[in-house]
C-alpha cells in the first residue's frame, strides 16, 4: 500500500474525529470519496500495521503511532500552506489541495528549512495550529541561530500545555518563541525538565493559570500554546 | 532634607511586600524621585536610626538581571550604577525556590545584601519552615524574618543592613559552582578579561557576556570587541552541548543551585485543605461568577464613590454657605468668590472623590485582587491589541489620569504602553466623574449620566481598535505572576493613599484658587465675554452650547472639575436650570468628558512617551470631542 494513501486516510480519520475518538467507515468513504468496502479493506491493513485501531461497525481510532504519523504529516501540511500564501502569494482557496498533494513529497530537511525560511510561523493561513517540530532541540533560537542539517530526533510525544486538564501536570520540553519570551519564561523558572501544572484556564481561549516551583502564573494564550510539554502518564 | 548617612535599596519580586516594608520603615515624607533618562519614578525615603539619617529606597518588582520590563531595568540600573550602601533584598518565604534565583544572581554581582525573608506568618499557615540560620550559613548574608504588613522585624532589617555595610565585602563570591563545563569557559573568558575595566566584578562580566546580556556586550564591546567575538564563541559552544542558548542553560542551573538550597533548608507538609486564598480564586477567577463578581465589584465602587462623594460635597457646599458673608466691593469678592469657593471646590473633590478611591485602589492592590481583573480582562483586551495588563492604568484612570499615565509603565513594548496610555487619558477621571455626576446626573437625570459613561467605554474600545490597526505590530501577550490574596494592612493602605494624594493636593490646590481669582476678576472685567467671543463659532455655532462656555472649557484644561464650579461663578447663578437646557448639559459634559487631557496629565504624557506624542494625543481628543459634541446636540435637539 502507498504511503500516500496511508498518509491520506490519517488524515481522514484525523480531520473527522481529532485525536481522540472513532471515525465511522462510511464517513472516511464520503470524505476520500471511496467505495465503503474498499475502506474497509485499507483501515483492516493499517489496523495490522498499527496505526490504526479498527473495530468492524463502530470505526477507526488512531493508534499513539498513527497519532505521531499524521502530526508530522499536518506540520507539512501547514508549512506548506503558509508557503503558497506568503511566499508564491497564491490565493489563499487554492493553498490547501496544492499542500494536500506536496505535503506527501517533502523529506524533513524540506520541513526543517521551510519553518526556519518562513520565520517559524505558528498558524496555517486558515488558523490551525502548526505542531512541533521533532528535532531535539530545546528552543527555536538554536535552530535559527545557525544552519542545522537534520539532527537526533526527539523520542516523547509533546503537546501544548494548554492541552493540560486542571490539576494535569507535565515537564517543559521545548519553548517556541523569542529570545526575551523565552528568557523571561525561564527567569520566572519555566526551565527545561522543570514540572508544572495547569490550575485553570480563563474562558474562550483566555490566558492559563500554571503552577511552578510553587508560585502560581498567568500566561497568555499565545505564549503558551508555544510552551511544549510531556504530559505526565504520556 | 539633610544629607542622608548611607543609602538602603530594596529589592525583590513583584507582591513580596517591598512597598509594605517600605512604608513601615518610613513616615509621610516620602517623595518620588526621577530616575534620570528613564524618566521612571522610585519612591524615596528618610529614616532616622541610632541618629543615623538612612535613606530608603524602595524599588519596583524585578525577577531577573536579564530583565523584561521598563521597570525591571530601572531596579538593575539602580543596583548595578548607583552602588547603594547595603541592598535589602525581600524574599518571599512561601516561594523561597523562585525568589532565590534573584537573590543568587545579587550574590553574583557582589552586592552588599541583607536578607528580609517575609511573609513567615503565610509560609507557616501553609506548612512551610525555614531553617533561617542554614539560609544565612550557605549563602553568608544575614538574614532577618519579617511579617511586614505587622511591621514586625522591619527595624531588625537596619540593624543588620547597618553592621552589613560597615563590614566591606570581598566582591567575588562564588555562591555558584556551574558544571563543569561552563566553568571551565567562564575561566577562560575571565583570564580574556583582565585587562579590561567596566566596573563590574570580573566572574560576573564574564557569565554576563556569556548570557549575551545586551547592555554588557555592547560596554565591554564598545572597547575590546575581541572580547566580545572570544565570548560568543564560548557561548556557542555551550549551547551545542546543551542544545539551548547559553543564557537558558545558565538560568537553569542558577534554578538547580536555588532548588537545591531550598530542599535543604525548608521543610513543607502540604495542607490537608485548599487554603483560603485557593478557595477564593476559585470563585473570582471562575469562568462565570469571577465575571459576576469583577462587575459588582467596580459597579459598587463607582455606586460608593458617587454617593459618598456628591454627599460630601453637598454637606461641604451648605456648610460654605451658611457662612456665606454679606460681600461688597472688588477685594472681598475676589477673596470669596474667587479663593474661597475654590478652595472648597478642591477640597469636595479630593476628599469625596480622590481620597476614597486611592483608599479603594489600596485595598484592591494589597489584597491581591488587582492581577485577577488582568487575568479575567486578558481575552477581551485582545480584541483591541493589548493584554491583560493593561487593565491595571485604565483602572488607575478612575481616579487620576496622572498616575494611570505613569502605571503604564508595566507594559512590556513600546507600542502597548503607546495605546494604553492613550487609552488611559480616556478614561472618567474623578474629575470629570463630579461634571458628568454634578451637572448631568444631578440635574438631567441618572440615566444620562450613565449614557455618558456608556458613550465613554464605547470611545475607548473604538479608539482602541483603530490605534491597534494603525500602530504596527502584536502584542507580547501577559506573562504575569498570580499572587495569592492577603488581608491588607490598613496602616499601610492609609500610608499608600496619603502619599499618592498628597501631590495632588499640592499641585491642583494652589492652581485652582489662582484660576478661579483670575476668573473672578475676568468676570469684573468682562474679559470674560471677549475670550467667550472669540470662541463662540465653535461653542455657539457648532455645539450649540451658550457663549460663556467657551472661557469655562479652556479654564477646564487646568482642571476639569473646576469648569462645574465655574459654571455657577461665570454664569453668575446657582440655577444652572436657568441659563442651560438638559441638552445643553449633556453635550458640556460629553466634551468636557473627552476634549482634552487637563494640564498636570499633558505634563504627564510628555514625560512618558514624548512630547510629540502627547500633542498628538491632546489634539486628536479635542477634534473627536467638538466633533462628538456637535453631532451629539444635532441628534439630541430633534427629541429633547
Redesign the interface.
Known amino acids: 500500500m502507498p504511503q500516500e494513501q496511508i498518509e491520506e486516510y490519517l488524515e481522514a480519520i484525523y480531520d473527522i474525529t481529532g485525536i481522540q475518538g472513532k471515525a465511522k467507515t462510511t464517513e472516511i468513504a464520503e470524505r476520500l470519496k471511496n467505495a465503503p468496502a474498499s475502506v474497509t479493506e485499507v483501515l483492516q491493513r493499517m489496523d495490522r500495521d498499527g496505526l490504526v485501531k479498527y473495530e468492524p461497525y463502530q470505526g477507526a481510532s488512531l493508534t499513539k503511532r498513527g497519532e505521531n504519523t499524521v502530526t508530522r504529516i499536518k506540520r507539512k501540511h501547514r508549512l506548506l500552506e503558509v508557503f503558497l500564501e506568503k511566499v508564491l502569494h497564491l490565493p489563499r482557496e487554492h493553498v490547501h489541495d496544492q499542500a494536500c498533494k506536496m505535503e506527501h513529497v517533502i523529506n524533513d530537511e524540506t520541513e526543517q528549512a521551510l519553518c526556519k525560511t518562513l520565520g517559524i510561523p505558528t498558524e496555517c493561513p486558515h488558523g490551525s495550529p502548526i505542531p512541533p517540530c521533532n528535532i ?4 527555536c ?2 535552530c535559527l ?1 545557525e544552519y542545522n542539517p537534520i539532527k537526533e530526533k526527539r523520542k516523547q510525544k509533546l503537546t501544548s500545555i494548554t492541552t493540560l486538564k486542571p490539576g494535569q501536570k507535565g515537564k517543559v520540553e521545548f519553548i517556541r518563541g523569542g ?11 519555566l ?4 514540572c508544572v501544572s495547569l490550575v ?1 484556564e ?6 492559563v ?1 500554571i503552577c511552578v ?11 503558551a500554546d508555544k510552551i511544549f510539554i510531556q504530559a505526565e502518564g504520556t | 532634607m539633610q544629607k542622608p548617612d548611607f543609602t538602603i535599596a530594596l529589592a525583590g519580586n513583584a507582591n513580596v511586600g517591598k512597598s509594605s516594608i517600605f512604608n513601615q520603615l518610613t513616615g509621610l515624607g516620602q517623595i518620588v524621585g526621577n530616575w534620570p533618562g528613564k524618566t521612571v519614578e522610585i519612591a524615596e525615603g528618610l529614616l532616622v536610626h541610632h541618629w543615623k539619617n538612612i535613606k530608603v529606597i524602595d524599588l519596583p518588582g524585578i ?2 538581571l ?1 530583565t ?1 520590563s521598563q521597570e525591571e531595568i530601572v531596579s538593575r540600573e539602580y543596583i548595578a550604577l548607583e552602588h547603594p550602601d547595603v541592598v535589602v533584598n525581600v524574599v518571599d518565604a ?5 525568589n532565590l ?1 534573584f537573590t543568587l544572581q545579587l550574590l553574583e554581582m557582589g552586592t552588599p545584601l541583607v536578607i528580609a525573608l517575609n511573609l513567615v506568618d503565610a509560609a507557616k499557615k501553609k506548612g512551610i519552615f525555614i531553617g533561617k540560620e542554614r539560609l544565612q550559613q550557605l549563602l553568608d548574608v544575614p538574614v532577618v524574618p519579617t511579617i511586614a504588613t505587622k511591621g514586625i522585624g522591619v527595624h531588625e532589617i537596619i540593624d543588620e543592613a547597618i553592621k552589613q555595610a560597615a563590614k566591606k565585602l570581598p566582591i567575588d563570591k562564588n555562591v555558584i559552582r556551574y558544571g563543569p563545563e561552563i566553568e571551565k569557559r567562564i575561566e577562560k573568558l575571565e583570564r580574556v578579561l583582565a585587562g579590561v575595566n567596566i566596573g563590574y566584578p570580573l566572574r560576573w562580566t564574564a557569565i554576563k557576556l556569556l548570557e549575551e546580556d545586551s547592555e554588557i556586550v555592547n560596554k565591554v564591546g564598545a572597547k575590546h570587541p575581541d572580547v566580545v567575538v572570544a565570548a560568543n564563541i564560548l557561548a ?1 559552544e555551550i ?1 551545542k552541548i ?4 547559553c ?2 542553560v545558565i ?2 542551573e542558577r ?1 538547580a543551585v536555588s ?1 537545591r538550597i531550598v530542599k535543604e533548608i525548608q521543610i513543607s507538609k502540604e495542607p490537608a485543605k485548599a487554603s483560603m486564598s485557593e478557595r477564593l480564586d ?1 470563585l473570582s ?1 471562575h ?1 462565570i461568577w469571577g465575571y459576576a463578581l469583577m462587575f459588582t465589584i467596580m459597579l459598587s465602587i463607582l455606586m460608593f464613590m458617587s454617593l459618598f462623594g456628591g454627599w460630601l460635597s453637598e454637606t461641604l457646599r451648605n456648610l460654605f454657605e451658611s457662612i456665606n458673608p454679606h460681600i461688597t466691593g472688588l477685594w472681598p469678592d475676589l477673596a470669596w468668590n474667587g479663593g474661597i469657593v475654590g478652595f472648597y471646590a478642591t477640597l469636595s473633590v479630593a476628599l469625596g472623590f480622590i481620597l476614597p478611591f486611592y483608599l479603594i485602589l489600596g485595598v484592591l492592590e494589597d489584597s491581591g485582587y488587582l ?1 485577577k481583573i ?3 480582562m ?2 477581551p483586551c ?1 480584541t483591541i491589541g493589548l ?2 495588563k493593561a487593565c491595571i492604568p485604565l483602572l488607575l484612570g478612575f481616579g487620576c489620569s496622572v498616575p494611570a499615565c505613569v502605571g503604564c509603565r508595566i507594559m512590556e513594548t513600546k507600542r502597548d504602553r503607546l495605546i494604553t496610555v492613550f487609552l488611559s487619558t480616556l478614561v472618567p477621571c474623578s474629575a470629570r466623574t463630579v461634571v458628568i455626576l454634578g451637572l448631568v446626573g444631578a440635574y438631567v437625570g441618572v440615566q444620562w449620566a450613565i449614557a455618558l459613561y456608556v458613550v465613554d467605554f464605547m470611545l475607548i474600545f473604538i479608539i482602541g481598535k483603530i490605534l491597534n490597526r494603525l500602530l504596527p505590530g502584536v502584542s ?9 490574596y492577603r488581608l491588607p494592612s490598613g496602616k499601610v493602605v492609609v500610608k499608600q493613599a496619603l502619599n499618592r494624594f498628597k501631590p495632588f493636593l499640592i499641585t491642583a490646590l494652589p492652581l485652582i484658587i489662582i484660576g478661579s481669582i483670575v476668573v473672578e476678576a475676568m468676570r469684573i472685567t468682562n474679559v470674560l465675554s471677549l475670550v467667550s467671543d472669540a470662541l463662540s463659532p465653535v461653542t455657539v455655532v457648532w455645539l450649540g452650547l451658550p457663549a460663556f462656555t467657551g472661557f469655562l472649557f479652556i479654564f477646564g484644561v487646568i482642571r476639569k472639575e473646576a469648569a462645574l464650579v465655574l459654571l455657577t461663578t461665570t454664569a453668575g447663578t446657582l440655577d444652572i436650570h436657568a441659563v442651560m437646557s438638559p441638552v445643553q448639559m449633556i453635550v458640556f459634559a460629553l466634551v468636557i468628558m473627552i476634549y482634552v487631557p487637563c494640564v498636570a496629565t499633558i505634563a504627564a504624557l510628555i514625560r512618558e512617551i514624548g512630547w510629540k506624542n502627547a500633542a498628538i494625543i491632546t489634539f486628536s481628543e479635542i477634534g473627536l470631542a467638538v466633533l462628538l459634541g456637535g453631532i451629539t446636540f444635532r441628534v439630541l435637539s430633534l427629541f429633547m
Open positions: 531535539d532541540v530545546k528552543n533560537n538554536e541561530s529570545r526575551n519570551v523565552v528568557q523571561r519564561l525561564c527567569d520566572l523558572g526551565t527545561n525538565g522543570t485553570r480563563a474562558p474562550l481561549k483566555g490566558p493559570e516551583r510553587g508560585c502560581n502564573v498567568v500566561i497568555g494564550r499565545g505564549i | 525577577y531577573s536579564s523584561y512561601t516561594a523561597l525556590e523562585r534565583f556557542t549551547s546543551h542544545k539551548e542558548p543564557s537558558n538560568a537553569s534554578y532548588a476559585s477567577m469562568s492581577p488582568a487575568y479575567l486578558d481575552r485582545h493584554h491583560g507580547v501577550g501577559i506573562i504575569m505572576e498570580m499572587p495569592p
